[in-house]
Each structure stands twice: as structure tokens, then as C-alpha cells.
């Protein structure tokens, strides 16, 4: 019997911790489905975060370094800058690269240093329970926003792909979802483009992916899943922001 | 004879790292260290090295901890309020066990302080000055020849050990010149770095991190922390000993402060007083044997240095039961640095 569809090599065969509906998973499935097209298991070192994401090296079968709250970026450089001849990612929640690691996401950004950054939004902190985040939306209700989150007070959601397009030292910058089957077919296109950027010394790339995060939005899985394309979709508009070489 | 240089402080520090192999440096400007940057950029580039200029001490350090993941021998430099902000990375590193290399050429404070000698950072560099209970090792160079072999044996303690190492120093040490005779570095077995990330290949996967939540996990990694620990205090304890064998008083302090002290203990040994100086040259692991040796038979030891009483804590500790330990200290600031005469006062007053 020919096989059709299997987990990627470079994923561990392992239950993961996400919740019912969480889009993590599918998330690094399409990581995963990159690094195996371009053939860059054995030559990745991946860069993990603080929040959901910092369990990387229990889901993907490659090296893996965990670091601070926010310093992803910074740490990416130094590796990359140590050993040009191998992949670096970073894999960075909306708390993690939009607030406390601003500084670092911009600068590395900057600097055009040959990273990949893979960006996921789910307008909230997961892992430390729902807080608000830079990336909430105006009226959502979250741990820290109980009365939802008002203009006057905690400022406007940030549009992190928008924003780096701006910089000169970033090559690729693109948002995605993986809320539908034609979204996520688009998601990973545009993890695959960013990768392609890297592997091709094109320089920085970075995808931002809406996600549901239904335990912290207080819904189930199918009404967090209709709420990225309905609410999430319609602040942060999927597409590409920048592609200086027309991948 | 070996050709000799007229360097500052900063400069003999990155001489000695680029000897030791160091080809990353990322930093960040900050008074009274930019001489290291400064040459780091001009030198880096000639040795196909990395110097980065970070975007924030925070950047910087975390840039160290990624090449020094890949092990890569890799650097930072900074003052007082910078050594603060790399905090962090540092405590994250000493849970990694990443090896690396920190200067601090303190400054005055606390906050934004001044820029003159200080020694206020003991607490920060030999507690832990980061969360979680930690050391890392500690040096303290008293002289520019020092500044550069102190630089060469931290990058490789740091790799027996698995350790971020600190050098401490001041402006004194850092912005004076003095005769340097550089040398290649000595020879020194160093383990394997089978820990290093270098993707996966055909091996088995490899990953760097601090966090540990299973059952009984943290606790045995601190364990094993401090065994490294132990092993540290067993076997790197150093120190200059200078005249202390038939000495009725020992001076001690490090770095700077012990400088100004050994010409006190001169001019007193020049007018017939039995004086001495015991200096530590790591702060951590603190030569603490040496102290109970010496006051074994000598009981009395004056600590000088320039805060109001840090590494007098540990001397105190260190020293027999029966020993005095007297204490005089400049707390840091313009016009603050003492003179030998003002400490051979302190030592007719004690001996």
C-alpha cells in the first residue's frame, strides 16, 4: 500500500501538551513539513521561546536552544553569527516578540540578520493563562483586560508584519492563519517562502500566524477557530507585507 | 626577552581573549569600558571574528549565550548598571552551563553612581546576582599583565566547568597603562563539547535550556550545580601571597583596592613592620584556605576596600576562630580612592 500523508521526519512521534483546539500543533506541522522539503533537519538549530512554545525540543527532532523571555532574536544572531552554514529559527509567541522582546525582534530584524522568525498571535499570554497581550483586541476581555481592553488605557493591538516591513534590513514579512483548509494551504506557503529566503541567503524573513487559543478565550475549539477568521482576520489582514525577491 | 607593550587595562582583557581563541564579541557602549568595543571592532573583522554593537546589554549577553551554545568561545563587556541588565542571561547561562566570558569594569553606584573605582559589584558577581542560586566564577585582576592572562584562563575554566566566568575589574585597572608581556596561551586539556548545538546530522538531538518540571528533575540539576561548585572551591582557589609568612598583620583585598595596599604594606615593611598582603585573585571560589592557614598563626588581618564592607564578609568566614578582622573601606565616588599613606595609617592603627 503506497502512504499518502505521514508526520514529518523532522517531528518527534510524541503527544504534544497543547489544548483541544490550540493551533500550535498545526503550526509546527507545517515548521516540520519545511524543514523536511528543504532537506534541513540535520543542519537546524532551532531557537525556542518563553510561553507555549518553549517545549520545541520535546516536539521537534533537531537541536533546539531555549531561551529568555523575548531574547529569541538576539540569541538567533549569535548562533547564526557562530555558524553561518546552519538554519536558525526562532518560534516566538505575542508576548514573547511584541512586548518583552521588541527591542530584540526589531534590532535583529534591522541588522538583516539571516534568520527566520515564525510569529505566533493569539492575542493573549497562553501559558501564564490569558493575560492581555500587544496583540489583543480592542474590547477583548482577557485576565488583566476583565472590562476588555480599551484604547485610552492599554493602547491598540500592534501589527507586527506590518512594522518590520518598514525596516530595511527585512527581505520577507507575511501573515498567515491556519484557521481553514485554504489558509493553512497559504500558511505554509509562506513558512516555506520564509525558509526558502534563508536557505537562498536572502536574508531576514519573518510569518506571523494567527492562532486560536480556546482554553484562554473561554470558548471551545470550533467557536475559537470562527473567531480567527471573523475578529482576528478582520484587524490582522492576511498577506504579504514585503518580498524584495519576488519568491 | 619577549617583546613588551605599553597597554591599558581594557586592551590587555581583549589581547588576552583574542590569544584564548575568543572570535565573538557583542557588547554595548558604556563608561569606563568602551576601549574593549572599540578595539574588539577594530580587531575582529582583521581575524574574520564577529563583533556585534547590540542594541541593549540585555541583546548582547543573549547573543554570548547563542554562540556560546554552539561552542564557540564568545565575550561581553560592560559597567556596573550593564552587568545588571545581563543579569538574567547570566543566571540562565549558569542553569545552561554555558561557558563564556563577562567583564565587568565596575563603576561607582548604586544606580547610575559615577564612573570612578569602585568595588560595590562583590555582592553582585560572588552571590549570584541573578535569580535562582547560582555561582559563577570569579576574577580579579590587580594588574594589566593580569587584565591579559586572566582573560586567557577564564575562557578555559569556563569550558572545564561549563560556566559563565566574571571578570571583575575597575576603572583603575581598566583605564591605566602598564608593561604587558603577551604570550601564547598555555596549553591546558580541555573536555570535549558534546553538548554543543551544530545540527542534529545523522547523531542524536541536542538541546540547551534551564527549565526543568518533572518530578525531582530541578532539584537534582542544582545538585549537580553544586557539586561543580564544590569541585570549583577544591581545586581553582587563587591568590597572590606577599610576605605573609612572618607577617604579625595581613592586609587583604582584591583587585585595585589590594594594588593601592601592597605599596602601604611596602612602606610599612620599610619601617620595620612585620606586614603582609594575602590578595585573592578569585573572588569565586574564594581562596578560603589560605585565610585559615595564615591565621592559624597570625591573628590579625585588616580587609581594605573601596565599599563599605563586601568581601569582609567572606574573610571573616575564611580566618581562624581566634583571628581579628578590621575593616576600612572607601565607599566609591569622585575623590574617594584611598593613598597608601592613608592605609599604612590603618595599619599602625591595628598592628
Known sequence: ?247 | MAKRLLVRGNEAICRGAIEAGCRFYFGYPITPQNDIPEYMSREMPKLNGVFIQAESEIASVNMVMGAAATGARAMTSSSSPGISLKMEAISYMAGMELPCLIVNISRSGPGLGGIDASQGDYFQAVKGGGHGGYHIIVLAPASIQEMYDLAMLAFDLAEIYRTPVMILGDSVVGQMKEPLVPHPRPHRELPAKDWALRGKGDGEQRFIKSLYLGDGELEAHNWKLDAKYREMKARETRWEDFQTSDADLIVTGFGSAARIAKTAVMMAREEGLKVGLLRPVTLFPFPSAAFAERTARCKKVLDVELNTGQMVEDVRLSVARDAEVYFYGRPSGTGSLPTPEEILGQIKKYY
Open chain 1, 1 to 247: 500500500m503506497q502512504q499518502v500523508f505521514k508526520r514529518p521526519t523532522s517531528l518527534k512521534d510524541v503527544q504534544t501538551h497543547f489544548c483541544p483546539g490550540c493551533h500550535h500543533g498545526t503550526i509546527h506541522r507545517l515548521v516540520a513539513e519545511a524543514l523536511d522539503e528543504f532537506g534541513l533537519q540535520k543542519e537546524t538549530i532551532g531557537i525556542a521561546s518563553i510561553g507555549c512554545s518553549v517545549f520545541l525540543y520535546y516536539y521537534f527532532d533537531i537541536d533546539v536552544i531555549e531561551t529568555p523571555h523575548g531574547r529569541a532574536p538576539a540569541v538567533a544572531t549569535g548562533v547564526k553569527r557562530a555558524r553561518p552554514d546552519r538554519f536558525v529559527f526562532t518560534y516566538q509567541g505575542d508576548g514573547d516578540l511584541a512586548a518583552i522582546g521588541t527591542a530584540e525582534i526589531i534590532h535583529a530584524a534591522n541588522r538583516g540578520e539571516h534568520i527566520s522568525v515564525i510569529f505566533v498571535n493569539n492575542t493573549t499570554y497562553g501559558m501564564t493563562g490569558g493575560q492581555m497581550a500587544p496583540t489583543t483586541l480592542l474590547g477583548q476581555k482577557t485576565s488583566t483586560s476583565p472590562y476588555g481592553r480599551k484604547p485610552q488605557v492599554e493602547g491598540y493591538p500592534i501589527r507586527m508584519a506590518e512594522l518590520l516591513s518598514g525596516l530595511d534590513g527585512v527581505a520577507f514579512s507575511a501573515r498567515a492563519a491556519v484557521n481553514s483548509p485554504k489558509n493553512l494551504m497559504d500558511a505554509k506557503k509562506q513558512i516555506r517562502k520564509a525558509f526558502r529566503y534563508q536557505v537562498e541567503g536572502k536574508g531576514f524573513s519573518f510569518v506571523e500566524v494567527l492562532a486560536a487559543c480556546p482554553t484562554n478565550w473561554g470558548m471551545n475549539p470550533i467557536e475559537a477557530n470562527e473567531r480567527v477568521g471573523r475578529e482576528m482576520c478582520e484587524f490582522f489582514k492576511l498577506g504579504t507585507f514585503k518580498n524584495t525577491a519576488e519568491l
